[in-house]
């Protein structure tokens, strides 16, 4: 069962999917709780080196025992739960696209059984003698004059579709209007399936999951020398840890109270260890160089994205302040533009964001300034 080599089991690839208290019952004969995992040496060792791994975004090579792949992964995403809110974010990511990977070698009519394990409806339309399913002509070769076909392997109903794709839809691709929907159903080709499966992955670990992991006081107690461990990765990875009353804030970066309503989300988002979108990475990065904070502070904050890579993060946010690449600064998505994406939340009476920005800050220097003077205006005479 070596991986990459030999068929693996359903639990080594999909972890999550295992009840923990049923497959404890089965493998034990009994049921334990996540403190008596946390006393087994084997699952521990694996425990660490799965999240120090996915906090790096590095390789993870899985045991080719089931029952440690099971119980380190509980045992894990406990921890991270427990030590820092952007190493669970950072984890749950990496295990979803770890599971993509997984879900596009996959037969596609498991695909259709995975998915209702996850709570998406996803319906397999093809068959032995149809891989395509559902065959869409969308034009003709001009070169052979062969007809070109658009072969939906899936649909998924549309509130489904709604709810899992929520935050995929700021990109025009997942857009209902750029989507074939048909009768109450979105329909997918097999890749673009998988990236929703990715997204049910990360609303089910970080839901069902995770509310059935139940910790007392007692059991945190025990459990607490293996989270400091974590937090040990957790700052050699950022750089700091969170403040028991929050995130650690970068410095270096413009006033955020002066942020419109659509970048202060988004802002505050990415400081809770959220995913953005390509649309939103890129409004906040260039409100951010367009108010004067510079590339390390804005490296800074995007530091909190699951999926940071510094090298690629450094690469764009140079690339939108003009350093890199075309030597063209780029400047932030006007309010129309934002509207469109679905990124503004707020009638806020400006063409956009950074008009918004500048308003709020004159209006505070002026309070200021007015404040100022009549506190050392000399005293009328009466």
């Known amino acids: 069962m070596r991986y990459g080599t030999e068929r693996i089991t359903v639990y080594v690839k999909y972890p999550y999917l295992a009840n923990l208290i049923d497959y404890a019952k089965d493998f034990f004969g ?3 709780g996540i403190d008596a995992l946390a006393e087994i040496p084997s699952y521990v060792e694996r425990a660490i080196y ?23 992964f509980y045992l894990s995403l406990t921890l991270t739960a427990l030590a820092d809110s952007w ?19 996959e037969q596609d009519k498991l695909l259709e059984v995975l998915a209702r394990r996850l709570s998406l409806r996803l319906e397999y339309l093809g068959s032995n003698t149809n891989k395509c399913g559902y065959a869409v002509i969308v034009g003709e070769d001009v070169r ?12 998924v109903p549309i509130t489904h579709y709604l709810v899992v794709a929520e935050k995929l839809l700021t990109e025009p691709k997942w857009k209902l209007v750029n989507r074939l929907v048909k009768e109450g159903y979105v329909y997918l080709n097999k890749r673009d399936a998988t990236r929703l499966l990715e997204e049910a ?35 050699d990875v950022r750089g700091y840890i969170r403040r028991e009353e929050g995130e650690e804030l970068p410095s270096g970066v ?15 988002a990415i400081l809770r260890g959220e995913h953005l979108s390509h649309h939103q990475r890129f409004a906040l990065a260039t409100f951010l160089l367009n108010i004067g904070a510079d590339v390390d502070s804005v490296l800074e904050i995007f530091r909190h994205s699951p999926d ?5 993060a450094r690469y764009q946010i140079e690339h939108l302040a003009g350093i890199r690449g075309s030597r063209k600064k780029y400047y932030v998505y006007s309010c129309e533009k934002m509207r469109t994406l679905g990124l503004c939340i707020s009638d806020c009476g400006t063409r956009s964001p950074l008009q918004y920005y500048r308003k709020m800050l004159r209006d505070s220097l002026s309070k200021r300034k007015s404040s100022h003077n009549r506190e050392f205006q000399s005293p009328q005479e009466h």
Do not use: H, M
């Not at 670990?205 to 059935?212: H, Q, S």
């Not at 413009?254 to 802002?267: E, L």
């Open 254 to 268: 413009v006033d955020s109270s002066f942020f419109p309503p659509c970048i202060k989300s988004i802002y505050d």
């Open 50 to 72: 799965r999240i120090d791994t996915y906090l790096r975004s590095r390789r993870y090579v899985p045991s080719p025992k089931e029952d440690e792949e099971v119980f380190s």
């Open 201 to 235: 992955v990360k609303r089910y670990i970080l839901g069902d999951v995770v509310k059935a992991i139940s910790i007392d006081a007692e059991v945190r107690a025990k459990l607490q020398p293996l989270v400091n461990k974590v937090l040990e990765v957790v700052k």
């Open 87 to 105: 190493a669970l974010s950072k984890f749950v990511d990496y295990e979803a696209k770890r599971s993509r990977n997984f879900f596009l070698s």
């Open 30 to 32: 009994v049921g334990v």
């Open 308 to 312: 940071f890579n510094e090298r690629v």
């Open 144 to 155: 052979t004059g062969k007809t070109i076909v658009e072969c939906y392997q899936f649909r």
